[in-house]
């Protein structure tokens, strides 16, 4: 998973990093990214990150670690910290994230949708709500349920993209409303997964 803070792409992670954290500089494309001495607290893979800069800090939800077991910690990274390194909090909540898909941050929620598993496709989005002390809140289910979908914000909606049916669906973008937490079917359908 990557997040750009600035200039820095901060990559995290990786089916063979594992615990590691590489930073590629956009002001110096033919240098290639330098790896950072703090590792992540869990080794994992096709999990979400944001950064928040409310707190000036980058966050990693959901995904796989090194056992195919859920990830079930949130990490933080503080780059306000005069010698960062990755804190992780456990989350009951990301029980429910086998693989994560970024739908961004919204103020000061970030909202995250998964899998139960590689035959579970999830039609549950999570936000992890980041004022006090950072907790999961579960919202509307979607109308159909698709692993590995894309997610992304336009104004104070939620659009999804592609992804994997259950077996006798259709692969439909959809799209969730924030203020009415309402979900919604557009006209357009996808011919292919994505």
Known sequence: SAVTVGKLIYITGG????????????????VRPTTISAALTTSRFDHASFFNPNDNKI?????????????????????????PAWTGVPSAALNLLYTASSGGLIGSRF???????????????????????????????SPLPVKDMVYGKIGS?????GG??????NIQTMKYDILS????????TLSTST
């Open 15 to 30: 089916f063979i990093e594992g615990t590691l954290t590489r930073v590629y500089d956009t002001d110096q494309p033919n």
């Open 111 to 141: 909202y995250v949708a998964g899998s139960a598993g590689t035959s579970s496709p999830s039609s549950m989005l999570n936000v992890l709500e980041l004022s006090g002390s950072p907790h999961w809140i579960p919202f509307a289910t």
């Open 157 to 161: 909606s939620i659009i999804t993209a």
């Open 59 to 83: 966050y990693l939800v959901g995904g796989i670690s090194s056992t195919s077991n859920r990830a079930l910690t949130v990490e933080t990274f503080d780059l306000s910290a005069s010698s």
């Open 164 to 169: 994997i049916p259950q077996l006798g669906t």
């Open 181 to 188: 937490d309402s979900w919604s079917i557009p006209p357009a």
